[in-house]
């Protein structure tokens, strides 16, 4: 494997276990005990990556923090910036490999989108494509002019709005039942 492969994953890697340990002062209780769990995980990632590198290079360079990290939210806002950054890496990287480092690649994407989400990253339907799963409900979309024909209305589900609140007896408010 090159190191196209594995120098993008340890720097990745250190500059998460790099900044976790900036984050990690900040929180306390469950959240500080994930936050030194995390610690170890990317320190791992980042020496399995670096073994695979002949000669290893320096990763000793200090990370430039993109905001400070003065309180536990802004901890939170930074670990879910790495994971999901990290969450990118792999994404991109896994394109093209065999079957087998694919499947470790996706798998160590989708580990980092969960921590992602547990520090408060919105969930994306497709991690590493900026996507979410959802859009609240009233968030504007990037272009509100529809491209395509709208979809048939004959649906009672399609007959609801998303900012119409169901009734207490499970039906649009316009009296469609919605389907299971």
Not at 85 to 111: K, M, P, W
Request: charged share 20%.
């Amino acid at each position: 494997m090159s190191s196209e492969t594995w120098l993008p994953i340890a720097n990745g890697e250190q500059a998460a276990a790099y900044a976790y340990g900036v984050l990690t002062p900040r929180l306390s209780g469950a959240e500080r005990t994930l936050a030194i769990q995390a610690i170890a995980v990317h320190e791992q990632a980042r020496d399995d990556a670096l073994a695979k590198l002949q000669p290893a290079p320096d990763l000793s360079a200090v990370f430039d923090i993109p905001f400070p990290v003065n309180s536990a939210d802004q901890a939170r806002k930074l670990a879910a910036l790495c994971e999901d950054r990290l969450v990118n890496v792999y994404c991109t990287l896994a394109a093209g490999q065999s079957d087998e480092l694919r499947t470790d690649f996706i798998e160590t994407a989708r580990r980092c989108s969960a921590r992602a989400v547990s520090w408060g990253q919105r969930p994306e339907s497709f991690p590493g494509t900026g996507e979410p799963i959802m859009k609240p409900i009233g968030e504007p979309t990037a272009d509100p002019t529809p491209t395509e024909d709208p979809p048939d209305s004959s649906s009672p589900v399609d007959s609801v709005s998303p900012t119409q609140p169901l009734s207490p007896n499970g039906t649009g408010g316009d009296g469609a039942q919605l389907e299971n």
